[in-house]
């Protein structure tokens, strides 16, 4: 078996003793996964030798991989990799710009120490968008403001396709101000139809989570807590007549009981 210019050995695997240059190549093929952390024994390509695990061949001096941990057992090349022994792999660096929190249990970029929305291990989630592995994946996380994870291949998918929202909990993925302020804008220069002027709805709001009764529009119903347009209609309309009539009910006195109201002689 030939191996790719940067790796001159392969693997044998502890589950079945075939040989691969990486556990990927070996679950492509087989009906199993290897586990990376058994593999005991490599065989060079270039002498065809035998041997234990590590970086240089001990018989012709062939050097594996520019990087190669003696945990994850894995050969690459340099990209400033180092093991994170929380997270139980190997990342690509460098490290010093990452650190690992502790709560979400994943390593991130260090502009996101004390800046981001923890949720307890949430990269032992799939990713929402492609249901593959995020944890274990060659593929960068991206972290949403709402603390939630997925591919960042897979978010900008999302944002070539003009889709805004936390596929999990609906949350806005970035900031949106400036596009609520374009629909504020649309909204005032294209007024409703006569007789839905003064109709109401109610909403529920995917970023502030109020409650709340906005003016009804086509283009959008504006939470009345945040500004957020991204809000779901909770019910149907509410008419201006039904309005005063609602209102009219709850300030209408209760009668009196009959005898009560009589004057005594």
Same mark, same amino acid.
């Given at each position: #078996? !030939?191996g %790719?210019?940067?790796?001159?050995? &392969?693997?044998?695997? %502890?589950?079945?003793?075939?040989?691969?240059v990486?556990?990927?190549?070996?679950?492509?093929?087989?009906?199993?996964? #290897?586990?990376?952390?058994?593999?005991?024994? =490599?065989?060079?390509?270039?002498?065809?030798? /035998?041997?234990?695990?590590?970086?240089?061949?001990?018989?012709?001096?062939?050097?594996?991989?520019?990087?190669?941990?003696?945990?994850?057992?894995?050969? *690459?090349?340099?990209?400033?990799?180092?093991?994170?022994?929380?997270?139980?792999?190997?990342?690509? &660096?460098?490290?010093?710009?990452?650190?690992?929190?502790?709560?979400?249990?994943?390593?991130? @970029?260090?502009?996101?120490?004390?800046?981001?929305?923890?949720v307890?291990?949430?990269?032992?989630?799939?990713?929402?968008?492609?249901? $593959?592995?995020?944890?274990?994946?060659?593929?960068?996380?991206?972290v949403?403001?709402?603390?939630?994870?997925?591919?960042?291949?897979?978010?900008?998918?999302?944002?070539?396709?003009? @889709?805004?929202?936390?596929?999990?909990?609906?949350?806005? @993925?970035?900031?949106?101000?400036?596009?609520?302020?374009?629909? *504020?804008?649309e909204?005032?220069?294209t %007024?409703?139809?006569?007789?839905?002027?003064?109709?109401?709805?109610? =909403?529920?709001?995917?970023?502030?989570?109020?409650?709340?009764? =906005?003016?009804?529009?086509?283009?959008? #119903?504006?939470?009345?807590?945040?500004?957020?347009?991204?809000?779901?209609? *909770?019910? &149907?309309?509410?008419?201006?007549? !039904?309005?005063?009539?609602?209102?009219?009910?709850?300030? $209408?006195? $209760?009668?009196?009981?009959?005898? $009560?109201?009589?004057? /005594?002689?």
């Open positions: #078996m !030939q %790719p210019s940067h790796v001159v050995c &392969g693997r044998k695997a %502890p589950c079945c003793g075939k040989l691969y990486c556990r990927l190549c070996h679950d492509a093929e087989e009906n199993h996964q #290897m586990d990376r952390f058994k593999v005991r024994e =490599v065989v060079c390509f270039e002498c065809e030798t /035998p041997q234990k695990a590590q970086k240089t061949c001990q018989q012709c001096h062939a050097q594996f991989g520019e990087y190669y941990c003696d945990i994850c057992h894995l050969f *690459d090349k340099d990209k400033k990799q180092y093991h994170c022994q929380p997270c139980g792999i190997c990342r690509i &660096g460098p490290k010093e710009k990452y650190f690992h929190c502790e709560k979400c249990n994943l390593c991130l @970029a260090q502009d996101l120490r004390g800046n981001h929305k923890c307890e291990n949430v990269s032992r989630q799939n990713c929402p968008v492609c249901m $593959e592995d995020i944890h274990t994946s060659r593929i960068g996380a991206h949403l403001p709402c603390g939630h994870l997925l591919h960042k291949t897979c978010f900008d998918d999302m944002v070539r396709t003009g @889709a805004y929202r936390c596929p999990l909990c609906m949350h806005s @993925a970035w900031s949106m101000e400036e596009h609520w302020e374009m629909i *504020d804008k909204i005032a220069q %007024p409703m139809p006569t007789e839905y002027q003064g109709t109401t709805v109610k =909403v529920i709001c995917n970023d502030c989570q109020s409650h709340c009764t =906005v003016a009804f529009h086509v283009l959008g #119903m504006k939470c009345a807590e945040c500004g957020s347009y991204n809000t779901a209609q *909770d019910g &149907g309309l509410i008419q201006q007549q !039904q309005q005063h009539s609602d209102q009219y009910a709850e300030n $209408e006195p $209760e009668p009196q009981d009959q005898h $009560e109201s009589q004057t /005594p002689h």
